[in-house]
């Protein structure tokens, strides 16, 4: 059996979320009927570095499988993406050691939250990017971004629904707000996220965009390890897994 | 009653088409339920600048309707965009004169058709951009596209599905093609266009830029008046109705 690493792209739109559950149509569901497909009837099972919610979307998720079959990469993506619907796009594929694992090896993931800030939408951007229409505050946002970084306990901005029992400690390497036109991208590198902590980031961010808490009310918020304290959960249709990064 | 005339963008990812027919959801159907409701149940016919097909899209598309409300235009855009769905959106609202005409005193009408020319597809923008993974030589494209501009019958480029009569003689004032980074768009502004004609350009030109016509079979296609002469007609999706113009 060999070991196959794939990185895929996906428009969380049309999807109940990247993992099987017992409602809607996942992403995972798709692919690993392709390969089932390539496998002429056999299942096969893939493990990702971790699900996204229904409408998230991913630029470079990562998942592996074994297989018994001999294929060249390139003839493995050419067949992959044939077999995929057009809101799913394999990026590369290649082989790796049999004790890769997509989840427990990843080292760092990449997040990317985008926000129209205009007085109109873009009808054409409406999944992929989220409207806020009233002004934000750049420098205030970027100034809370701060307070982000670093090792904290972020029970403050995780989803009552997490089934979690563990730590809710995570070390954020980096987190960045830049404006491009009417374009604002938020960035966030760290070594794992809770449930829906993204989301609840950038809602409490666009609400110190508005003026509605200070910047320095981000740490606070944060210290409290409070869910009520933080801000809303910003929708999905901005937020993108960007990048899964492992030890070469 | 007051004649109102209201420029709409819309993605027609979701639409069988602008105009209501036996089968599938219009653009049109839309906005005069919106209408209606703000009419409390008088029907509101709507008419347009003209029809679009299925899949393409609306940046700028005119339509013009009676009606007894006295309602500011600020007012009215904010209404009909709260009771549409958020793929169609009403741009502008405006008092005109009884005798305006959105379809009779249109002037010249701009189209656009987006190309993304890249070897891996763009998922997110699969809906609003054609791909085309050959490298398209945008040289010959621009040199096919100076014998489209003028006064021709255009008959090569018109669907066989026509209901047209009359004349197959139209100006094209300008066709411009132009490269930036991966995206090639190209530009039809017109006296007026015949049915799926800027798709077939485009189908046609493509065809030229990836080498199966030299760019001066352009002109002897347009001469031909011979559908079977010139090239496929390209997708809708990379269509867009950018732009109608009226004499002020």
Redesign the interface.
Known sequence: MKRIMCVV???GTNYAGYQIQTNGIAIQAKIQVALKLMHKGTAVQITSSGRTDAGV?AVGQVFHFDTFLSIPSDNWKRALNTLLP????I?SVKEVDNNFHARYDSVSKEYRYLVLNSP??D??K?N?ILHVKDKLDVRAMQEACQWIEGEHDFSAFCSAKTDLKGSKIRTVYQVTCEQQGDQITFIFRGSGFLYNMVRILVGTLIGIGKGVHRPEEMKEMIESKSREKAGITAPPNGLYLWRVRYLE
Do not use: K, M, T
């Open positions: 792209s996906y428009d979307h057009d809101d799913i796009h990026n109109e939408p009808l054409f409406r992929h």
